[in-house]
Antibody, heavy 122, light 107 residues
Framework: QVQLGESGPAVVKPAETLSLTCNVS????????WSWIRQSPGQGLEWIGH???????DYSPALESRVTISLDTSKKQVSLKLTSVTAADTAKYYC????????????????WGQGILVTVSS | DIQMTQFPASLSASIGDRVTITCRAS??????INWYKQKSGEAPKLLIF???SLEGGVPSRFSGGGSGTDFTLTISSLQPDDFATYYC?????????FGQGTKVEIK
């Protein structure tokens, strides 16, 4: 059973870069995409982007100019960097495994980390 | 981007009630829809994928249906553990988007 765990600073200053790491244990990082999803306090879920072990990545157009997701299969880590943060980026950030199945077209977020709350504040 | 409109935003129901939540996509998404359950302070949990397929370990009282742009999540007999917020999510093409959520509360 794959387990995911997010880590990083709980507070980031405005205009700085938010950097988070997701550690993957108990499974392989190949044949899956790895996503970051966030949830502002009391709000719904927002997909940030994902990366495949081949290096292919996609991002939400709303965040694309500020986001980079990377993968280190040797360390079994997925990383998120979000630049020039503002108070609007305050949220709980989740990493999730995006599992593809069937003909390879369908995907599902079938494993999630516990999430990490990041507050943007000076 | 494909928009997912979920309704109602909240509902009150009693134990044993049949509950239906609806999600409407802004375009045809075939069967590319998943449903998640989130309890307060916890990560979302996958319930249903590909419109009606139950994820392993999910009780059979949960079912998914619909087609094209309109989809439903039904709980046939509400149990105490089902009081939570439910989200739909499409995986038709990136960017993936979620519905705004439906909070199921105790009447």
């Amino acid at each position: 059973q794959v387990q995911l765990g997010e880590s990083g600073p709980a507070v980031v200053k405005p205009a700085e870069t938010l950097s988070l790491t997701c550690n993957v244990s108990g499974g392989s990082m190949t044949s899956s995409y790895w996503s970051w999803i966030r949830q502002s306090p009391g709000q719904g879920l927002e997909w940030i982007g994902h990366i495949h072990f081949t290096g292919r990545s996609d991002y939400s157009p709303a965040l694309e100019s500020r986001v980079t997701i990377s993968l280190d299969t040797s360390k079994k880590q997925v990383s998120l960097k979000l630049t020039s943060v503002t108070a609007a980026d305050t949220a709980k950030y989740y990493c999730a495994r995006e599992n593809y199945y069937g003909t390879g077209s369908y995907s599902k977020f079938d494993q999630w980390g516990q999430g990490i709350l990041v507050t943007v504040s000076s | 981007d494909i928009q997912m409109t979920q309704f109602p935003a909240s509902l009150s129901a009693s134990i044993g009630d049949r509950v239906t939540i609806t999600c409407r996509a802004s375009q045809n998404i075939d069967s590319f829809i998943n449903w998640y359950k989130q309890k307060s302070g916890e990560a979302p949990k996958l319930l249903i994928f590909a419109k009606y397929s139950l994820e392993g370990g999910v009780p059979s009282r949960f079912s998914g249906g619909g087609s094209g742009t309109d989809f439903t999540l039904t709980i046939s007999s509400l149990q105490p553990d089902d009081f939570a917020t439910y989200y739909c999510q499409h995986n038709y093409n990136v960017p993936w988007t979620f519905g705004q959520g439906t909070k199921v509360e105790i009447k």
